[in-house]
Nanobody
Framework: QVQLVESGGGLVQAGGSRRLSCVASGRTFSSLTMGWFRQAPGKKREFVAARTWNDDATTYADSVKGRFTILRDDTKNTVYLQMNSLKPEDTAVYYC?????????????????WGQGTQVTVSS
C-alpha cells in the first residue's frame, strides 16, 4: 500500500506561480513512477506530468509544457509540481499518483495509487 498526501493548493492570480507537494508513505518511494493529474468541474481527469524513478525521465501534457515542472526528492519521499505562468484554465483539483511499474504513463488506468487532491484556483 502507498499513501499519498497532497498540499499546496490555493488561490493564485493569473501569471503567478504555485508549488504543489505530495508526500508518499508505505512503500519505497524511490521505486515508484510519480505523476500529477488534474480534474476541472465537469471534465475528465487529465494527465499533467510524470517522472520515472530510476532514470528521472519526464513527460508533460502539451498544455503545461514549458510552464510546469515535476520534481522529486527521494530523501523526503516527496514529489513536487512547480507551476509557473498560471492561467485561469489551469484551475482544477490536482491529484498526485503513483505507478508501481516503470514508465511514463499518461493514462489514469496505469496508476495504482492516488492522493485525495488539492484545489488550485487561478483568477483572471
Amino acid at each position: 500500500q502507498v499513501q499519498l498526501v497532497e498540499s499546496g493548493g490555493g488561490l493564485v492570480q493569473a501569471g503567478g506561480s504555485r508549488r504543489l507537494s505530495c508526500v508518499a508513505s508505505g512503500r519505497t518511494f524511490s521505486s515508484l513512477t510519480m505523476g500529477w493529474f488534474r480534474q476541472a468541474p465537469g471534465k475528465k481527469r487529465e494527465f499533467v506530468a510524470a517522472r520515472t524513478w530510476n532514470d528521472d525521465a519526464t513527460t508533460y501534457a502539451d498544455s503545461v509544457k514549458g510552464r510546469f515542472t515535476i520534481l522529486r526528492d527521494d530523501t523526503k519521499n516527496t514529489v513536487y509540481l512547480q507551476m509557473n505562468s498560471l492561467k485561469p484554465e489551469d484551475t482544477a483539483v490536482y491529484y498526485c499518483a503513483a505507478d508501481l511499474d516503470y514508465g511514463l504513463g499518461s493514462d489514469v488506468k496505469e496508476y495504482d495509487y492516488w492522493g485525495q487532491g488539492t484545489q488550485v484556483t487561478v483568477s483572471s
